[in-house]
């Protein structure tokens, strides 16, 4: 099993509930560690670092063998080079650890990258989400994220059909993370809220 900051890169698409409630059991904070009473962190990298190594040496060696082997009158230098600038990039960007904080001792969560402060935000802009996606027949798949202000969505647990299992997994996340919950429905008797705006910000959005 993949730990520490390679930690979110065990989303699977088999058996994903019991993959998820099986982390739960092994660190009831997952995919944070206690810090101390009240503050859980984070360490990752995104998941678009092996994402985008596989885009990479994929189109350079396809781009080699491309340019080695090529017969034809159509052209697809274009798609290889093109297709390897963009898995560059996307390393690139990826290539940096990431650090989240949740400190409900200050109220705050905080994002650090290369150990310096990116964001910081209070606790009611941070939540867990059931995300909904349907398919061409009109079946909806439901994903975990950790989602905030300036936070990259971070994928629990992806793609499964049965609604009330992940929505109990997401509830209990929220709950041990103190965290507000949402279901994939904007509006919904199912979100739990354990965090508001200020009563001033809450005037301005009325």
Known sequence: MLRGAFVLWNVSFVDVERGL????????????????????????????????????????????????????????????VYGSLVGFWLLLSALHKRHLVINHNRGCYQIYIKRRLWEEGPLHQIYVRLWAQQDAYGKLFYSLIINGYGLEVLALASLSDKYEQMAFLGRQIARKLNLNYFDYLDVSGRHVIRHWPPPEDRQLQV
């Not at 009831?28 to 092996?50: C, G, R, S």
């Not at 040496?57 to 090529?70: N, S």
């Open 21 to 80: 409630a099986r982390r739960l059991q092994e660190n009831a904070h997952y995919p944070f560690q206690v810090q101390q009473p009240n503050v859980y962190v984070m360490e990752y990298y995104k998941d678009t670092l092996w994402k985008g190594a596989l885009i990479f040496l994929l189109c350079v060696l396809g781009g080699i063998f491309y340019f080695k082997t090529e017969k034809s009158f159509q052209d697809y230098s274009g798609f290889f």
